[in-house]
């Protein structure tokens, strides 16, 4: 059961970060749509909705968005689908319903780290940079990595450039949790993979991406996936379904970004 003791709307993000950090208990509140997922007790819930971080905006040199920024405003902007594809667009369009997306931020998206993340994927493969309040910058990939600590991310940057993306996940049904997912890109020739789902959280598969990017045979890449992604049987899938199911989701992305066997 969830319960919550105080509600806190502080001002700005250094004070909603003291807030954070006094307590062990304190906790931030993003679209909220997590909350249910563990029973626990809340001390002071701290509320960012009125900061001003739902937005999406481009620079001469990157993007950036906003924590607060919804799933539905990721899908419907204009700046986003100009870019990469339209693939953060796509990686989010099967999630549950509409209702759903309109409250999930990509703040608390991102920093729940779920397995069954799509949009941690497909940001993994654009090599995403999180601002955190206390931490600064870190690398999505790196954060990924991380042990769980106490933090506020206060925007996610992309870097701007024409390379090519690609992102697909596999359902038993239309809105249901994803059995694998998969992004690949390739910015002249740099080939990033990654893979989530498995049902462990999304991670880059670095000698499969080095591999592509050193133009290896198409088989050689795909055998390599599972020495960095760690694939595992759950209610959805078993580990061997699991395995195959990657190579082919990632030869198919490979020929979507243009790669040449």
Do not use: W
Request: proline content about 2%; some cysteine.
């Amino acid at each position: 059961m969830l319960t919550i003791d105080n509600y806190i709307k502080p001002e700005n993000l250094t004070e909603a970060f003291l807030y954070l950090k006094r307590n062990r208990s304190n906790s931030i509140l993003g679209g909220g749509c997590y909350l249910r997922l563990g029973n626990r007790n809340i001390t002071n819930a701290i509320e960012l909705s009125h900061l001003g971080l739902d937005y999406i905006k481009e620079s001469a040199g990157e993007i950036e968005i906003g924590a607060m920024t919804t799933l539905r405003e990721i899908e419907k902007s204009e700046i986003l689908n100009s870019y990469f594809n339209g693939v953060l667009a796509r990686s989010v369009e099967h999630i549950v319903g509409t209702q759903i997306r309109n409250s999930i931020t990509i703040g608390g998206a991102v920093f729940s780290k779920h397995g069954f993340s799509d949009i941690l994927t497909a940001l993994l493969a654009l090599d995403a940079k999180i601002h955190f309040v206390g931490a600064g910058v870190l690398s999505l990939s790196e954060y990924t990595k991380r042990k769980p600590f106490k933090d506020i991310i206060e925007k996610i940057t992309i870097e701007k450039s024409d390379l090519k993306a690609g992102f697909t996940s596999f359902r038993k049904t239309e809105g249901d949790y994803p059995i694998l997912n998969a992004a690949v890109s390739n910015k002249d020739g740099k080939i990033l993979i990654s893979v989530g789902a498995a049902p462990s959280r999304a991670k880059i598969a670095i000698e499969a991406s080095c591999l592509a990017s050193e133009k290896a045979d198409i088989n050689e890449i795909l055998n390599s996936i599972q020495k960095d992604i760690i694939f595992g049987t759950n209610l959805y899938a078993s580990k061997e379904y699991r395995e195959k199911l990657s190579r082919v989701l990632v030869k198919r992305l490979l020929t979507e970004v243009g790669y040449d066997f």
